[in-house]
């Protein structure tokens, strides 16, 4: 199943001819970086990078050097989603105007070098959850060969490490704006606080964290085995967050869960099926 899957996404690329890869760094992003690169070869492919003030500089470094390990030609652009209006209210449809500022700026560059698609890394498991972005993507005619190829997470970090991905097993990667409960304004300030806090629980050697804002309230995701060290070093990271900018530091009991802020949206919002 997982080589009849690999053989359609080649398909897909092959028949999209030239791509434009907007690269995060990520393992979705990066394995579909890869297999453009194998299909359609180096010469017919461009990884795009977005620097802005929602992508944590560690994530740049590293999408900087697995395109480089990969030999992929590769373009660093400066955005800005806070300068999106409509972005820093931080309602339901913030990452719609995400992904249609992004891809807004990535179309010329698409026109420049005569190239004929702008793929990102949407993949299967994204049908049932609800992404905003993905409806700017449709409207952009920016396509998702991952997830037309039927590919899922595991799958995805299965075939990665077949290809010997350096990050194959990398935890999932997420805009810092996400950590921040929706209806509060996201400001420079927050991102910063955001980032200083997931940086020091990472180089205590936590492996997957969010740090969950709701206004002076920071509430700390982490996998299942790793709660205990955080409760174990509870006061030092409390007085560390603090000096970040928070008031109060929580530890969420139920654990990392990718998009857990989506639980405060309306129950009527349905998943989105580009």
């Keep these: 199943m997982l080589q009849e899957k690999y053989e359609h996404l080649k398909r897909i690329l092959r028949d999209l001819e030239s791509v434009i890869v907007a690269f995060s760094g990520g393992i979705d992003s990066t394995l579909l970086l890869k297999v453009s690169l194998d299909t359609l070869g180096p010469e017919n492919v461009l990884a795009i990078t977005a620097n802005s003030e929602t992508y944590p500089q560690s994530e740049l470094k590293a999408a900087v050097e697995v395109a480089n390990d990969l030999g992929a030609p590769h373009k660093i652009i400066d955005t800005s989603e806070l300068n999106i209006p409509g972005y820093s209210n931080n309602d339901k449809d913030r990452c719609y105007y995400c992904k249609n500022g992004l891809f807004e700026e990535i179309n010329p560059i698409l026109d420049q070098i005569g190239f004929k698609n702008i793929v990102y890394g949407l993949i299967a498991d994204d049908i049932n959850e609800y992404r905003p972005g993905a409806r700017a993507a449709v409207e952009q005619g920016v396509r998702g060969p991952l997830q037309e ?126």
């Design 149 to 274: 190829a039927g590919l899922y997470k595991d799958e995805i970090r299965e075939l990665a490490k077949i290809l010997n991905l350096s990050n194959w097993d990398k935890p999932s990667l997420a805009c810092l704006s996400s950590r921040i409960a929706y209806g509060e304004k996201i400001s420079i300030q927050k991102l910063t606080k955001i980032e200083l806090s997931e940086r020091y629980l990472l180089d205590l050697g936590v492996k997957q964290v969010r740090v969950r804002t709701h206004g002076d309230i920071a509430r700390i995701e982490v996998e299942p085995e790793d709660m205990n060290f955080i409760i174990q070093h509870n006061k030092a990271i409390s007085e560390k967050l603090q000096i970040f900018g928070y008031k109060f530091v929580s530890l969420d009991l139920l654990g990392y869960k990718s998009g857990s802020m989506n639980k405060a949206l309306s129950k009527t919002l349905q998943p989105n099926h580009p």
